[in-house]
Nanobody, 123 residues
Framework: QVQLVESGGGSVQAGGSLRLSCAAA????????MGWFRQVPGKERERVAI???????IYADSVKGRFTISKDVANNTLDLQMYSLKPDDTAMYYC?????????????????WGQGTQVTVSS
């Protein structure tokens, strides 16, 4: 059973920063593709940033230069450092993991999800 537990969400003003963490077993961190998606009510789940099984990183255009995804092997977490937050970044953020290369690129292909953590950015 793959467990993904997110933390670090909250409310900030525009221009602020937050760091999200997703706790996962070491075996998942080391071999699965993993990433962060976000969703607002009434809209499709959107890929924010992923690390594929080959180590490649893919960012949504809307977050490039502001968000950084990384793995903290010492603490067994997948992190998303978010800077220069905008109201449009407001969403529920979900951690995702899948054992297959490429599957984290589309939310429909992802097998495992966390419960989500809310990020709210006020103007």
């Amino acid at each position: 059973q793959v467990q993904l537990v997110e933390s670090g969400g909250g409310s900030v003003q525009a221009g602020g920063s937050l760091r999200l963490s997703c706790a996962a077993a070491n075996a998942i961190l080391s071999s699965y593709c993993m990433g962060w998606f976000r969703q607002v009510p009434g809209k499709e789940r959107e890929r924010v940033a992923i690390i594929d099984t080959d180590g490649s990183r893919i960012y949504a255009d809307s977050v490039k230069g502001r968000f950084t995804i990384s793995k903290d092997v010492a603490n067994n977490t997948l992190d998303l450092q978010m800077y220069s937050l905008k109201p449009d970044d407001t969403a529920m953020y979900y951690c995702a993991a899948d054992p297959h290369y490429g599957h984290c690129r589309q939310f429909e292909w992802v097998e495992y999800w966390g419960q989500g953590t809310q990020v709210t950015v006020s103007s």
